[in-house]
C-alpha cells in the first residue's frame, strides 16, 4: 500500500523537544547479514533498525535457504543450509547493498549469480571496482543476459589490490572474501567508515584475521577455508551516524532542546564542527549530543559544504545539510563529490521557497535565510526522503511528501519517533 507523510510545519518556531534514541546502522547491518553466509553456526546481531532494507536483505537470505529470525531489535541468520548462492533480481535491483553477497558467497561457494544492482537513483553506479578486486582474488565473470555469473574454480586467493575510488561496500566485500580466503589480502586506499570498523571487528570475534579497518591499508590474513563461528555471542550493531546527523539537523533547525542519544559523537565530528563553525552550540556527551535554540537574535552563519569519504563530510548527510543551510545568512556553495545526480532534490527545496542555484551537476549554491512554505513532495532516495521531512517540519503549512517507502527503507518508524518530540506528522495510507 502506498502512504504518505502528512506535515504541519513549524512555521519557523522552535518548539521540538525531548530525545530520540538512535538505532543501529542501516549500512552495517546489511553487511553484517551478508556475513552470515561465512559463519559455521547462526549470526545474532542485536540493535538491528526496523527497516525496509533489512527485510529485503532477510526476504535475500531466506530465498537461499537460510534461516532468518527477526525479533524486535535482533536478527538471528543460520546460514549454514544455504545451498543456492544466486541473488533473485526482484530483491536485488532495489537494493544496492545485495552486491555485498557475492564476496561471501565466492568465498564460500565458490560461485555465485546475480543481476546489476538496483537501489536509490543517484546516477550511475558501477560495479567495476568489484569486479576488479575479485578478479584478481581469482574470480572468472561471465555476462549472460542481464545477469552475471562468477566463478572461483580454484577458490579465492589472497592479493594486492588499490581502489581507484574508496568505496565502501567494494571494501566491505573485498574483505568478506578476503576472511575466508586462502593467504593474505592487502586492500590499499580502502574506505575508512565505521560501519567497516564494526564489520571486522564481529568477523575479528569470530576467527577472521583483519587488520588496519579505518585506515587506507586493510590486511586479511585468510583462514583458508576455515568457516567462522560467533560462538554464542550476540553483536550489536554500531549506531546509525547518519540517522543520528539527521535528527542533530532537525534540532539545529527546530529545536527547542533536542537530545539525540545512544550515538558515537565521534563518528559525528564533520558535522559538529560544521554546526558549530555556523554558531550553533552543542552539548557533546559520551554517547549523545544535544543541540539547543541559539539565544534570539544570534545570526547562524552559511559555511560551504564538500561532501567526502569517511572522516570528511558524507554524502548522506549532504540533503539534511542543505536544508540547515537554507536557514543560515550568506553564501553556501556545496559541492557533491562522491554522487552524481545527489542534488536533483534541490529543485523541490527551491519550490518550497529557498534560494538555490545549481552551478553544475555537482555543485549548487544556497542563499539563506528564506523561509518555507510547505508543498507536495515525492521522494526520490532514501536520504532526500528524510531532507524533505526536515524541509516540511520548519515551513509555513502543510506539505505531503510521497514515496515514504524510500523513507522507511532507511529510518524506522520515523513519523511515532519525530511526532514523540513534538512534530505534527502523521503517516497517511492512500
Ligand atoms: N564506484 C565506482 N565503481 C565501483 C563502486 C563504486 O566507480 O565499482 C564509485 C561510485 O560511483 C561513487 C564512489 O565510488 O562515486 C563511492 O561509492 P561507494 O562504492 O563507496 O558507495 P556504496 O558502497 O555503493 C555506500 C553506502 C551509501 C553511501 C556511500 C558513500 C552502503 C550500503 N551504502 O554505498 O549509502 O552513500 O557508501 O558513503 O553502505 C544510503 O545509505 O542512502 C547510501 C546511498
Redesign the pocket.
Known amino acids: 500500500m502506498s502512504e504518505h507523510f502528512l506535515i504541519n510545519g513549524l512555521g519557523g518556531k522552535r518548539t521540538l523537544e525531548g530525545e530520540i534514541v538512535v538505532r543501529g546502522a542501516?549500512?552495517a547491518v546489511?553487511p553484517g547479514m551478508a556475513a552470515s553466509l561465512l559463519y559455521r553456526d547462526p549470526l545474532t546481531l542485536t540493535n538491528v533498525p526496523e527497516i525496509e532494507d533489512v527485510s529485503r536483505m532477510s526476504e535475500l537470505l531466506s530465498g537461499m535457504g537460510a534461516t532468518v529470525e527477526r525479533r524486535s531489535g535482533s536478527v538471528a541468520i543460520d546460514a549454514r543450509k544455504v545451498a543456492d548462492p544466486e541473488l533473485t533480481e526482484e530483491i536485488s535491483k532495489r537494493l544496492?547493498?545485495s552486491i555485498i553477497f557475492i564476496g561471501p558467497m565466492l568465498a564460500r561457494f565458490r560461485a555465485a549469480t546475480f543481476p546489476h544492482p538496483g537501489g536509490?537513483v543517484?546516477g550511475a553506479?558501477?560495479?567495476?571496482?568489484?569486479v576488479e578486486g575479485l578478479e584478481k582474488m581469482g574470480a572468472v565473470f561471465a555476462q549472460e543476459g542481464k545477469r552475471y555469473r562468477v566463478r572461483a574454480p580454484e577458490g579465492l586467493h589472497g592479493a594486492d589490490f588499490f581502489f581507484r575510488?574508496p568505496?565502501?561496500?567494494?571494501t566491505e566485500t573485498i574483505m568478506l572474501a578476503a576472511a575466508i580466503a586462502k593467504g593474505t589480502t592487502i586492500i590499499r586506499n580502502a574506505?575508512m567508515?565505521p560501519?567497516i570498523v564494526w564489520l571486522s571487528e564481529i568477523l575479528n570475534a569470530s576467527g577472521a584475521k583483519i587488520e588496519g579497518a579505518g585506515t587506507p591499508t586493510v590486511t586479511v590474513r585468510g583462514t583458508n577455508g576455515r568457516l567462522l563461528s560467533a560462538k554464542g555471542k550476540r553483536f550489536a550493531v554500531v549506531p546509525d551516524r547518519?540517522e543520528a546527523g539527521s535528527f542533530l539537523l532537525l534540532g539545529a533547525l527546530a529545536g527547542k532542546e533536542l537530545t539525540i542519544a545512544n550515538i558515537e559523537p565521534k563518528h559525528l565530528d564533520a558535522l559538529s564542527a560544521m554546526l558549530e563553525y555556523s554558531g550553533l552550540p552543542l552539548a557533546i556527551g559520551k554517547r549523545a549530543i544535544t543541540v539547543r535554540a541559539p539565544k534570539a537574535g544570534k545570526v547562524l552563519r552559511s559555511v560551504d559544504l564538500k561532501t567526502h569519504e569517511y572522516p570528511g563530510f558524507?554524502?548522506?548527510l549532504q540533503s539534511p545539510m542543505v536544508v540547515y543551510l537554507t536557514q543560515t545568512t550568506g553564501e553556501s556553495l556545496v559541492f557533491e563529490t562522491?554522487?552524481e545526480g545527489r542534488l536533483n532534490y534541490t529543485e523541490s527545496l527551491a519550490r518550497m521557497g529557498a534560494s538555490i542555484a545549481m552551478m553544475d551537476p555537482h555543485r549548487v549554491l544556497v542563499k539563506g535565510p528564506t523561509k518555507l512554505s510547505g508543498k507536495t513532495l515525492e521522494s526520490p532516495?532514501?536520504?532526500a526522503g528524510l531532507a524533505y521531512i526536515l524541509a516540511a517540519a520548519i515551513a509555513e503549512g502543510p506539505s505531503r511528501i510521497h514515496n515514504v517507502y524510500y523513507i522507511d527503507r532507511?529510518y524506522a518508524h520515523v513519523e511515532e519517533r519525530l511526532r514523540a518530540v513534538g512534530l505534527d506528522i502523521l503517516r497517511i495510507p492512500e
Open positions: 542501516k549500512n546489511l544496492r547493498a536509490c543517484l553506479r558501477p560495479i567495476d571496482l568489484f575510488v568505496s565502501v561496500t567494494g574506505a567508515e560501519e547518519i558524507p554524502t548522506d562522491i554522487f532516495d532514501i536520504r532507511g
